[in-house]
């Protein structure tokens, strides 16, 4: 898809049970630059683990946030977005050495016998990889999704007035956001997103996402226990995340203390997941770095702290070498990282 330098072609769509975000962008000299976007929380009851419950009053809530996007008025009918995290699956396979013709029916063997789902309960796509190290096998990463849940969620978008060009596992427009195309890897890097009601872990290597895995961490399950521990209300304990963060010259150092054990279970999910990859998926792979996205990933010295905890220079993702701020847009450069996934699917 080309863009336009007067008018954006289609817009990125961030769909999950507790917000909608929207972002667009427009092409300027190769670089691309915010032009709109907005965010709107999900009243309780329209989704239940990525599942529609409300279809009607769900595509309302698409017209509702278009209609009222920051910037220009969106013109445009198309769209990109994103299925539920944890109703997808990502996976390597690795294949015998076959022809180039006997490819497709190899994956369709291998799809049946390594995804926890049939063929006909499923939509899925794979992306074939190099293999440097060995060419007797093809590695291959199959990304599926049930076919209820994405015939549903087209549904609803065309339900609002618009036309969905695709539905997209959430991972990967998360790393195109973080890597354009221009900067994908060789090395393994991994991503940690943390977002409001769900993060996930996703590594990345070869021009392919190569892994998912979901972390049993969220902001609301921060603030909910800061809030429990000091007996403060959910909007105190919000303002204490932000202000006091996991500064130990902050607060007292409160909040981290408070948070310890969170901390903890989260850099232990994060070892076992890079472990698994490292063992089981690409054998002999080092992962570089670390990098935070999402809404929580602005916790102060949170990088810091994991870093420590998961041993791997830990970063915040500087999503702004990539996507420039519109001039008319309010927005300041760190709420980008809560866009992470709308601006992943909004440069596809």
């Not at 009053?57 to 009222?68: D, F, H, R, T, Y």
């Not at 769900?198 to 070869?206: E, F, K, T, V």
């Not at 007996?231 to 203390?257: F, N, T, V, W, Y």
Request: aromatic fraction near 6%; charge should be neutral; hydrophobic fraction near 40%.
């Amino acid at each position: 898809m080309i863009f336009s330098n007067k008018k954006i072609s289609y817009f990125g769509l961030d769909i999950s049970d507790l917000s909608f975000k929207l972002a667009a962008v427009i092409n300027k000299k190769n670089i691309f630059e915010l032009v709109n976007y907005n965010k709107a929380n999900v009243p309780p009851g329209y989704f239940e683990n990525g599942k529609i419950i409300k279809l009607q009053e769900s595509s309302n809530l698409i017209k509702e946030l278009v209609n009222s996007a920051y910037g220009p008025k969106i013109k445009t009918k198309f769209v990109h977005a994103c299925l539920p995290e944890k109703q997808t699956f990502i996976k390597i396979i690795y294949l015998p050495h076959v022809s180039e013709t006997e490819i497709p029916s190899a994956i369709d063997w291998a799809a049946e016998h390594h995804l926890p789902f049939s063929l006909d309960e499923i939509y899925f796509d794979y992306h074939i990889l190099e293999n440097k190290k060995n060419d007797k096998e093809i590695p291959v990463v199959i990304g599926a999704a049930p076919k209820e849940i994405v015939d549903d969620y087209t549904k609803m978008i065309k339900l609002a007035g618009f036309v969905p060009l695709s539905l997209e596992i959430e991972a990967l427009a998360i790393a195109r956001a973080i890597y354009p195309k221009e900067k994908m890897l060789e090395q393994a890097q991994a991503i940690v997103d943390l977002g409001a009601n769900r993060s996930s872990l996703i590594i990345c290597a070869q021009d392919a996402v190569q892994f998912s895995l979901s972390l049993p961490i969220s902001g609301n399950k921060i603030t909910q226990v800061i809030s429990q521990t000091l007996k403060i209300s959910p909007r105190q304990a919000e303002a204490a995340k932000i202000i006091c963060g996991l500064d130990e010259k902050k607060c007292k150092g409160g909040i981290k203390i408070i948070l310890e054990k969170e901390l903890d279970n989260l850099a232990n999910e994060i070892n076992t997941g890079l472990k698994y990859y490292q063992e089981n998926i690409a054998k002999s792979t080092t992962i570089e770095k670390l990098l935070l996205t999402g809404g929580g990933a602005n916790m102060i010295q949170l990088n810091k702290i994991l870093s420590e905890k998961v041993g791997l220079p830990t970063e915040v993702a500087d999503i702004s070498t990539n996507i420039k701020i519109s001039k008319n847009l309010n927005l300041p450069t760190e709420q980008l990282l809560s866009l992470t996934t709308a601006i992943g699917l909004a440069i596809k």
